[in-house]
C-alpha cells in the first residue's frame, strides 16, 4: 500500500511578468521519504519551496498538505509544515532558547520545557541555550534551525540546503539524524541541495528542475546509469548545460 | 485568532527589551527630555506672561500628549523594525500565523511600551513642574484613547509603507508625528491656521483632541460631540491602515517580496 501523501503539488506555476519561474510543476512527497529537489541555479527550485511554505503565491495550480489546500487553509496547512534553509537564520538578537520559546509559541507546542530540552539535546545546543543566535558559528546555527524545524514534529519538512554552510562530520550528523526521523515514517522531507553525495546518500527520489520543469524524476542510485553516464554529479551538469543550450537560465 | 501565536508576537519583543538597556532607555530618557524643555519653556512663559493663561496645562500637557500618541506610532513601527532588521519575515510568514495575529501582536507591545512612556511622563510631569492630570480625572480617557487609536493607525500604516517600499523607507516614517503636527493644532488653536490648513486639521483626529483639550483646560464643558468626529475619523484611519497593511502583504506574497525582504531587492 501506498504512503499516504504528506505533500502534493499539481500543475503549479509561478510566474513573475513574462519570465515563468515555475512552468506546471506536479509531484508528491509521501510520508517516510525523502525527496530531493534539484537543479542549476535559477531553475525554480526555491521559488517552489516558497511556494509550498506559503510564502509566494502560485500563479496556477493546487498544493496540499496533508490533503489540505493550502489556498483554503493556511495555517492548518502550515501548522503541519516547517522548513530550514541556509537563507533564513533565526533572529540572532534573541538567545537559543528564546528564539525556540517564540516559535513553539507560534506553533502552540504542548509541553514546551520538555520539548526545547530535547531538542536542545538532539542537536547538540544545550550549552548555547543562553547563547545569542547570532553569535553562533555557522554549523550551530544550522542545527538551531533544525532544532526550530523540529519543534512542532512536522509531518512536512522542507529543507532548502541545510548543509551548505557546515563542516562534513556536522552534515554527516545532520543527514543521519534527518535519515533517523524520516524512517520513523512520521514525515516526509523535501531536500534541495547542491551536494549531489548528499542527494545520493538520502533521498530516495529526486525531481531534476530545469527551466521551472521537471525533466527528470528517479532513484539517484539508478538515473545516472540509465541516462549514460556515471554519477549524479555528471548527469547534473549534463542537465544544466541542456538548459544553457536551450537558451534559458541555467 | 490564535491567542499563542499572538502572544508569540509579543513575548519576542518582550525578550528583546528584557536583554537590552538601549531598547528600554528611550521610552524613559526622551520623554523625560521633553517635560524638560518644555516644562522649563512653560515656567519661563509663565513668569513673563502678565495674563490669565496657566502655561503649563495648556503646553506642557499637550507636549505631553503628543509625545504619547507619538510612543504609541513607535511602539508600533520599532516591534516591526525589529524583525526587518533581523531579517525575519521569512521564518515568521512561513508558519501558521496570520496578518491579523502579527498585527495584534504589535498592537499589545504597542500599548505596553506606550502605557509605561506615559505612566513616566505624567509622573514626571508632576513631580518636576505640578503637571496633574487628575485634576481632569476620568474626562481625560476619552481623548488619550482617541490619540491611542490614531497612534496605532499611524503605525499600522508606517509598517506597510516599509514593508512595500523596503527597509530603506524607514526614513520615512520617523517624522511622520513632526510632519503631522503643525496641522494638529498641538501647541495652538485651529482657527490660527489658514483656511488649507483648517481643512487638512478637519481630517485629523489629533485636532479634535487638543481643540477639546484646550476647552477643559479653560474651564469650558468638553466639547464631546466634536471627540466623536475625531474618535470615529480614528476609527476609520486604523480600518484603512488594516487594509492596507494587509494589501501590501497580499501583494508581497504575490510577487515574492516576503522571501527576498531587503533594501537592494525591494523596488
Same mark, same amino acid.
Given at each position: ?10 500543475? #503549479? ?26 537543479g542549476?541555479n ?9 511556494m ?28 503541519r509544515?516547517n522548513?530550514? *534553509?541556509? +537563507? ?8 537559543? =532558547? ?8 507560534? +506553533? ?7 520539548r526545547?530540552?530535547?531538542?536542545l539535546?538532539? +542537536?547538540?545546543?544545550?550549552? +548555547?541555550r ?5 553569535? #553562533?558559528?555557522?554549523g ?30 556536522? *552534515?554527516?550528523?545532520i ?8 524512517e520513523?515514517? /512520521?514525515? @516526509?522531507?523535501?531536500?534541495?541541495? /547542491? ?11 529526486? #525531481? ?8 527528470? =524524476? @528517479? ?15 555528471d #548527469? ?13 537560465r541555467? | ?7 508569540a ?14 531598547? !528600554?532607555?528611550?521610552?524613559? %530618557?526622551? %520623554?523625560a ?39 504609541v ?23 501558521p ?15 505596553g ?6 505612566? &513616566?511622563?505624567?509622573v ?14 476620568l474626562?481625560?480617557a476619552?481623548?488619550?484613547? %482617541? ?25 520615512l ?17 485651529? &482657527? !490660527? ?12 483626529p ?9 476647552a477643559v483646560?479653560?474651564?469650558?464643558? &468638553? ?5 466623536v ?17 494587509a494589501?501590501?502583504?497580499?501583494? &508581497? ?15
Amino acid at each position: 500500500m501506498t504512503p499516504p501523501a504528506v505533500l502534493s503539488v499539481e500543475n #503549479l506555476k509561478k510566474s513573475f511578468g513574462p519570465l515563468k519561474a515555475v512552468d506546471g510543476v506536479s509531484f508528491t512527497v509521501s510520508a517516510g521519504e525523502i525527496v530531493g529537489l534539484l537543479g542549476p541555479n535559477g531553475a525554480g527550485k526555491t521559488t517552489t519551496i516558497s511556494m509550498v511554505l506559503g510564502i509566494l503565491e502560485p500563479s496556477a495550480g493546487r498544493i496540499a498538505i496533508e490533503g489540505i489546500d493550502l489556498r483554503a487553509d493556511r495555517s492548518a496547512a502550515l501548522a503541519r509544515t516547517n522548513f530550514a *534553509a541556509v +537563507y533564513a537564520p533565526l533572529p540572532g538578537n534573541l538567545t537559543v =532558547e528564546q528564539n525556540l520559546r517564540v516559535f513553539a509559541k507560534i +506553533y502552540d507546542i504542548a509541553g514546551v520545557e520538555a520539548r526545547i530540552g530535547e531538542l536542545l539535546a538532539t +542537536y547538540d545546543l544545550k550549552k +548555547y541555550r543562553n547563547t545569542k543566535a547570532g553569535v #553562533l558559528s555557522s554549523g550551530e546555527q544550522t542545527r538551531l534551525a533544525l532544532a526550530k524545524a523540529m519543534l512542532n514534529r512536522p509531518r512536512l519538512l522542507l529543507l532548502d540546503e541545510p548543509t551548505a554552510s557546515i563542516d562534513p562530520s556536522a *552534515a554527516r550528523d545532520i543527514r543521519a539524524g534527518v535519515a533517523g526521523l524520516v524512517e520513523s515514517g /512520521h514525515c @516526509g522531507v523535501l531536500w534541495t541541495s /547542491h551536494n549531489m553525495f548528499e542527494v545520493e546518500a538520502v533521498c530516495d527520489r529526486v #525531481l531534476f528542475l530545469s527551466r521551472g520543469r521537471i525533466v527528470l =524524476e @528517479g532513484d539517484p542510485k539508478r538515473l545516472p546509469g540509465e541516462h549514460g553516464v556515471e554519477t549524479l554529479d555528471d #548527469l547534473f551538469v549534463t542537465v544544466a548545460n541542456e538548459a544553457l543550450a536551450a537558451g534559458g537560465r541555467p | 485568532m490564535n491567542r499563542s501565536r499572538v502572544a508569540a508576537i509579543v513575548l519576542r519583543i518582550l525578550y528583546l527589551y528584557r536583554g537590552s538597556p538601549q531598547r !528600554v532607555f528611550p521610552i524613559f %530618557v526622551w %520623554v523625560a527630555v521633553d517635560i524638560l524643555m518644555w516644562g522649563f519653556l512653560t515656567r519661563y512663559l509663565n513668569s513673563v506672561s502678565q495674563g490669565p493663561v496657566n502655561f503649563v496645562p495648556a503646553l506642557l500637557g499637550a507636549v505631553l500628549l503628543w509625545d504619547f500618541l507619538t510612543r504609541v506610532m513607535q511602539g508600533v513601527t520599532m516591534a516591526f523594525f525589529e524583525d526587518v532588521w533581523s531579517r525575519n519575515f521569512l521564518n515568521l510568514f512561513a508558519t501558521p500565523l496570520t496578518i491579523a495575529e502579527y498585527l495584534a501582536g504589535l498592537v499589545i507591545t504597542a500599548i505596553g511600551s506606550s502605557l509605561l512612556s506615559l505612566v &513616566a511622563m505624567v509622573v514626571f510631569a508632576r513631580v518636576a513642574f505640578g503637571l496633574s492630570f487628575l485634576t481632569y480625572g476620568l474626562a481625560l480617557a476619552p481623548f488619550v484613547a %482617541v490619540l491611542f487609536v490614531t497612534g496605532i493607525a499611524m503605525g499600522v500604516a508606517a509598517a506597510g509603507i516599509v514593508l512595500r517600499l523596503g527597509p530603506a523607507s524607514e526614513w520615512l516614517i520617523w517624522p511622520i508625528p513632526m510632519i503631522v503636527s503643525p496641522f494638529a493644532g498641538v501647541f495652538y488653536p485651529i &482657527a !490660527v491656521l489658514p483656511g488649507w490648513m483648517q481643512a487638512i486639521a478637519a481630517l485629523l483626529p489629533p485636532s479634535y483632541v487638543f481643540e477639546g483639550m484646550r476647552a477643559v483646560v479653560s474651564g469650558e464643558p &468638553a466639547p464631546w460631540g466634536r471627540l466623536v468626529v475625531g474618535a470615529g475619523l480614528a476609527l476609520l484611519y486604523l480600518l484603512l491602515a488594516c487594509v492596507y497593511f494587509a494589501s501590501v502583504h497580499k501583494t &508581497a506574497l504575490r510577487t515574492g517580496l516576503i522571501a527576498r525582504y531587503s533594501a537592494e531587492t525591494v523596488s
